[in-house]
């Protein structure tokens, strides 16, 4: 809408110029001294436009061959709300005509110069453009009346001239120094060719090319155009027909910018992107200026490669896109930054306000299907989405990813318009590779298996860290058929799997996991575990307390259960600190009665087999039938009968299992503290 607003701008002023070119002329074949005119003259172009105009220096008229006339200090005045008295002001003037065409009534200007021209375009508060004039169709003195073909221009300088762009609702200006600038056509009806050379603060631009005549720009048509453009790290081509400024006539227009640094493109108000460049667009444009098509549509910056449709529809309240997009890959971190936050000390959830002025910017309906999406250390494979944006609210429904071998589906909605903005998130996945997500992301290579994902929240604040402390929902994950290795008991317990030793037989170094299942319900930022087991043939581990997402401190007691006698060695420990620093301790009480003890508990706790229902764990669930009382491991259940059988060894080696028992705490202790 800038672009069309300016040429519309810059096309009323030549007419102005060349009406003024016209009466002079005119003047002159019939008059000695046209200076004498030039109150008439400058009354009658002052009817033509509603704009008063004045010409300060001499008028002189060389006649001859090709006569010649100049005038100097001409002065055209800005619309009465404008933020100058002038619109226009040009120091010199002057242009040749030839003398056989003009007695017969015809004006052909075969050079005109414009000299020190200083031009202002601007809008009011509403829009309004200063390039708005009166009844340009009256006639006086001859001032440009007639056919086109009464009126030829077969070239056109603009030497030392200065173009400047107000907006009038936002006072941002910009300022255009045009050093020189030509325009020839050969014909009336003949293409134009152009050769600018111009300045703005951040450089030189050259413009080259040809466009119809201006016979045809005058009048409105559709018009066909071939220019390269070419500024500091800017490159931009088009080739192909625009049609008229009125809207009426539609483009049909190839066209391709290379950027290779974005900075100008954000000081123009074009495009403000958080990336830097290079950037390539290529485009089959069509439409009219108001609603335009991209097809054949290419887009590449930052790491992101997108192809496909789009319509731009600017002509309501916000710009509105709708489409169907692909992208090869796109990396976010080139988009928000390493990190995306300032200093958070011991924080984990960012506390900076997350932008959403945008999302009132601009309207949205996109189909993206992205093939690899980088984000926070992770790849996402074959992601699909429905993205609609209307009103600042944001809406991801559905959405789907790959993670290895894995699939998550889910929904997600921000309302940016809300106080505080609120957000919705929903995930589920069938068979989620636990293991391969946690080795891609460089956690652990400990832990392998599939698991069942639901998570449900919805949280508002004006931040992750807000967000995060108002939270309600649920989030639980069931997993069979894995395995786990003795240190990977680290990502839970900070460096104390010696205290809980009992789910690994002695020197084993990893167990079979027959069952890993866990829930939160999540109320006002607080997540209540409502069931944690971890379950291997060798004994189970549950679990029990909180985590505060607002203020990132951990409460929680894990339990072991053994399930041979040479196990019963491992001891309840007690989780706290905070998220980003997490401690671990074992609970002193229980310590005590389990050095005077060689036998534990032998079963899983009946009340948490309650707790496995809430994840929608039936009877003959695995989780289930491997701890259940009598269990004997058929359906996939894990055999105790080895407590038993264990029985009578226990008895009989008592006083090396007591002592062995008060190494091991000791050894425990020690690990704890680094010692």
Same mark, same amino acid.
């Given at each position: 809408?800038?672009?069309?607003?300016?040429?519309?701008?810059?096309?009323?002023?030549?007419?102005?110029?060349?009406?003024?070119?016209?009466?002079?002329?005119?003047?002159?074949?019939?008059?000695?001294?046209?200076?004498?005119?030039?109150?008439?003259?400058?009354?009658?172009?002052?009817?033509?436009?509603?704009?008063?105009?004045?010409?300060?220096?001499?008028?002189?008229?060389?006649?001859?061959?090709?006569?010649?006339?100049?005038?100097?200090?001409?002065?055209? /005045?800005?619309?009465?709300?404008?933020?100058?008295?002038?619109?226009?002001?040009?120091?010199?003037?002057?242009?040749?005509?030839?003398?056989?065409?003009?007695?017969?009534?015809?004006?052909?200007?075969?050079?005109?110069?414009?000299?020190?021209?200083?031009?202002?375009?601007?809008?009011? #508060?509403?829009?309004?453009?200063?390039?708005?004039?009166?009844?340009?169709?009256?006639?006086?003195?001859?001032?440009?009346?007639?056919?086109?073909?009464?009126?030829?221009?077969?070239?056109?300088?603009?030497?030392?001239?200065?173009?400047?762009?107000?907006? %009038?609702?936002?006072?941002?200006?910009?300022?255009?120094?045009?050093?020189?600038?030509?325009?020839?056509?050969?014909?009336?009806?003949?293409?134009?060719?152009?050769? /600018?050379?111009?300045?703005?603060?951040?450089?030189?631009?050259?413009?080259?090319?040809?466009?119809?005549?201006?016979?045809?720009?005058?009048?409105?048509?559709?018009?066909?155009?071939?220019?390269?453009?070419t500024a500091p790290e800017v490159n931009l081509t088009g080739k192909g027909t625009v049609g008229a400024l009125s809207g009426e006539t539609p483009f049909d227009l190839a066209i391709a910018l290379d950027v290779s640094a974005l900075d100008m493109l954000g000081e123009l108000g074009l495009l403000d992107l958080p990336v830097d460049g290079p950037l390539s667009f290529a485009a089959h444009l069509t439409g009219v200026p108001a609603k335009l098509q991209f097809d054949d549509l290419k887009f590449a910056v930052a790491g992101t490669n997108l192809s496909g449709t789009l319509t731009a529809d600017i002509g309501g309240e916000r710009p509105a896109f709708s489409g169907d997009l692909s992208a090869d890959s796109i990396d976010l971190a080139k988009w928000i930054g390493e990190g995306g936050t300032s200093d958070q000390g011991d924080r984990l959830f960012p506390d900076d306000t997350i932008p959403l002025a945008w999302m009132g910017a601009v309207d949205a309906d996109l189909k993206l299907k992205v093939g690899r999406l980088d984000a926070a250390g992770l790849v996402f494979k074959d992601v699909s989405s429905t993205v609609s944006l209307a009103s600042s609210r944001l809406k991801l429904s559905p959405f789907s990813l790959g993670v290895?071998?894995?699939?998550?589906?889910?929904?997600?909605?921000?309302?940016?318009?809300?106080?505080?903005?609120?957000?919705?998130?929903?995930?589920?996945?069938?068979?989620?590779?636990?293991?391969?997500?946690?080795?891609?992301?460089?956690?652990?290579?400990?832990?392998?298996?599939?698991?069942?994902?639901?998570?449900?929240?919805?949280?508002?604040?004006?931040?992750?860290?807000?967000?995060?402390? /108002?939270?309600?929902?649920?989030?639980?994950?069931?997993?069979?058929?894995?395995?786990?290795?003795?240190?990977?008991?680290?990502?839970?317990?900070?460096?104390?799997?010696?205290?809980?030793?009992?789910?690994?037989?002695?020197?084993?170094?990893?167990?079979?996991?027959? +069952?890993?299942?866990?829930?939160?319900?999540?109320?006002?930022?607080?997540?209540?575990?409502?069931?944690?087991?971890?379950?291997?043939?060798?004994?189970?581990?549950?679990?029990?307390?909180?985590?505060?997402?607002?203020?990132?401190?951990?409460?929680?007691?894990?339990?072991?259960?053994?399930?041979?006698?040479?196990?019963?060695?491992?001891?309840?420990?007690?989780?706290?600190?905070?998220?980003?620093?997490?401690?671990?301790?074992?609970?002193? %009480? /229980?310590?005590?009665?389990?050095?005077?003890?060689?036998?534990?508990?032998?079963?899983?706790?009946?009340?948490?087999?309650? #707790?496995?229902?809430?994840? #929608?764990?039936?009877?003959?669930?695995? +989780?289930?039938?491997?701890?259940?009382?009598?269990?004997?491991?058929?359906?996939?259940?894990?055999?105790?009968?080895?407590?038993?059988?264990?029985?009578?060894?226990?008895?009989?080696?008592?006083?090396?299992?007591?002592?062995?028992?008060?190494?091991?705490? #000791?050894?425990?202790?020690?690990?704890?503290?680094?010692?």
């Amino acid at each position: 809408m800038r672009l069309k607003k300016v040429l519309v701008g810059l096309a009323a002023l030549v007419m102005v110029v060349v009406g003024a070119a016209v009466a002079l002329a005119v003047v002159a074949v019939f008059v000695i001294d046209p200076d004498d005119y030039r109150d008439e003259i400058a009354q009658e172009l002052e009817s033509a436009t509603g704009r008063k105009v004045t010409f300060g220096g001499p008028i002189a008229f060389s006649l001859s061959l090709i006569p010649t006339l100049a005038v100097s200090d001409v002065t055209f /005045a800005n619309a009465s709300w404008g933020s100058r008295p002038e619109m226009a002001s040009i120091k010199r003037l002057s242009f040749q005509v030839a003398l056989v065409p003009l007695l017969h009534g015809v004006l052909h200007v075969q050079s005109m110069t414009i000299e020190g021209a200083d031009v202002l375009l601007e809008t009011d #508060g509403q829009g309004k453009g200063n390039w708005a004039l009166g009844d340009t169709t009256s006639s006086g003195s001859g001032s440009g009346s007639g056919s086109d073909s009464e009126v030829r221009i077969d070239s056109l300088d603009v030497v030392d001239s200065v173009v400047t762009w107000r907006d %009038g609702a936002s006072g941002q200006e910009r300022k255009v120094e045009i050093s020189k600038a030509s325009f020839e056509a050969d014909a009336p009806d003949a293409p134009m060719a152009i050769d /600018a050379a111009i300045a703005t603060k951040e450089g030189a631009v050259t413009i080259k090319g040809t466009v119809d005549s201006l016979a045809s720009l005058r009048a409105g048509r559709e018009s066909t155009i071939d220019l390269v453009v070419t500024a500091p790290e800017v490159n931009l081509t088009g080739k192909g027909t625009v049609g008229a400024l009125s809207g009426e006539t539609p483009f049909d227009l190839a066209i391709a910018l290379d950027v290779s640094a974005l900075d100008m493109l954000g000081e123009l108000g074009l495009l403000d992107l958080p990336v830097d460049g290079p950037l390539s667009f290529a485009a089959h444009l069509t439409g009219v200026p108001a609603k335009l098509q991209f097809d054949d549509l290419k887009f590449a910056v930052a790491g992101t490669n997108l192809s496909g449709t789009l319509t731009a529809d600017i002509g309501g309240e916000r710009p509105a896109f709708s489409g169907d997009l692909s992208a090869d890959s796109i990396d976010l971190a080139k988009w928000i930054g390493e990190g995306g936050t300032s200093d958070q000390g011991d924080r984990l959830f960012p506390d900076d306000t997350i932008p959403l002025a945008w999302m009132g910017a601009v309207d949205a309906d996109l189909k993206l299907k992205v093939g690899r999406l980088d984000a926070a250390g992770l790849v996402f494979k074959d992601v699909s989405s429905t993205v609609s944006l209307a009103s600042s609210r944001l809406k991801l429904s559905p959405f789907s990813l790959g993670v290895e071998n894995s699939t998550v589906d889910g929904d997600y909605t921000l309302d940016g318009a809300a106080s505080p903005p609120a957000s919705t998130l929903k995930l589920t996945s069938k068979g989620f590779d636990m293991g391969a997500l946690l080795k891609q992301s460089d956690v652990t290579e400990a832990l392998t298996g599939t698991a069942d994902i639901d998570i449900d929240v919805s949280g508002s604040g004006a931040s992750m860290a807000a967000t995060m402390a /108002a939270l309600d929902g649920k989030v639980s994950m069931v997993m069979t058929d894995g395995s786990v290795q003795e240190q990977g008991l680290d990502l839970f317990l900070g460096g104390v799997r010696a205290l809980v030793g009992g789910l690994f037989e002695k020197n084993s170094g990893s167990a079979k996991l027959s +069952c890993l299942a866990a829930a939160w319900d999540v109320k006002d930022g607080l997540a209540t575990q409502s069931v944690l087991l971890i379950d291997t043939q060798y004994s189970t581990l549950t679990g029990k307390g909180t985590i505060d997402l607002g203020k990132e401190t951990i409460d929680e007691t894990l339990t072991p259960n053994a399930k041979g006698v040479s196990l019963d060695l491992a001891v309840p420990v007690n989780i706290g600190g905070t998220l980003m620093d997490p401690t671990a301790t074992p609970d002193e %009480g /229980a310590l005590a009665l389990k050095v005077g003890s060689l036998i534990g508990s032998v079963f899983f706790p009946p009340a948490a087999l309650l #707790g496995l229902s809430d994840l #929608g764990i039936g009877a003959d669930h695995p +989780c289930v039938l491997a701890n259940a009382p009598g269990g004997d491991g058929s359906g996939g259940g894990i055999s105790t009968g080895s407590v038993v059988d264990g029985a009578g060894a226990a008895v009989e080696g008592a006083a090396d299992a007591v002592g062995d028992a008060i190494d091991d705490v #000791g050894k425990g202790l020690g690990d704890l503290f680094g010692d």
